[in-house]
């Protein structure tokens, strides 16, 4: 057996191209079996459809893309903190998250959208109140990590993760706006006309920042 040919086939880069067509044989397969198996049609354009496994992609590659590494104990602490506030705010801008006065009473929702738009989980109380889309959730919860390993190394360039926050501005209220009216969201701002290309254009900031966070982090490790 030729052993260097052997290596060579199960090279890192062969390695890592055959998880990523795996994950995305995956995703094909259940695009395809959501539309099989349930009465949805698609509608709106074949990019909604395509979107979410965009952020969920890209938050996946983040992962294998970046490795922080904490000094010490309160430099991780001071990471996570600076992350965690980064994450709050960036789903707490679009109404992912927030809080209500009491009386509103308890209720949990979960609707089936599209991969990637569902299951999308609706809860309210009369503290809390979330509206949790999975691809939003894990784009976001990707910047938020991308922000920890920057502060990890101490590069200014984190500040320019605020970008982020342009990405959760009306990108997921189309799909909400029905089941925000069932459990008393604000449906009356959500236009279509208003947001005809915010996940167009969420989605290229997103990726934007995705980029500019993963090449300040790696200016900063070198």
Do not use: K
Not at 49 to 74: E, H, K, Q
């Amino acid at each position: 057996m030729n052993l260097d040919a052997y290596g060579r086939r199960w090279s890192p880069e062969r390695r890592t191209m055959g998880v990523w067509i795996a994950v995305l044989a995956i995703e094909a397969y259940l695009l395809v079996a959501y539309f099989a198996l349930t009465p949805a049609t698609p509608s709106g354009g074949l990019r909604y459809l395509l979107y979410p496994f965009v952020w969920i992609n890209a938050g996946l590659w983040v992962l294998r893309a970046v490795s922080p590494d904490p000094r010490t104990r309160t430099h991780r602490v001071i990471g996570l903190a600076v992350a965690g506030a980064y994450l709050f705010v960036l789903l707490y801008l679009p109404g992912t998250i927030g809080f209500d006065a009491a009386g509103r009473p308890i209720d949990l929702r979960v609707a089936m959208y599209a991969p990637g738009w569902g299951p999308l989980v609706a809860f309210s109380s009369p503290w809390l109140r979330l509206y949790l889309v999975p691809f939003q959730v894990i784009g976001y919860a990707s910047l938020a990590y991308l922000v920890y390993a920057n502060v990890l190394v101490l590069t200014r360039s984190v500040l320019s993760g605020v970008l982020g926050l342009v990405t959760c501005i009306g990108c997921t209220a189309p799909a909400l706006a029905a089941l925000l009216g069932l459990i008393g969201g604000p449906t009356a701002s959500l236009t279509t006309a208003a947001y005809a290309w915010s996940y167009d254009i969420g989605t290229a900031i997103f990726l934007f920042t995705i980029g500019l966070l993963t090449w300040s982090y790696r200016r900063g490790r070198s």
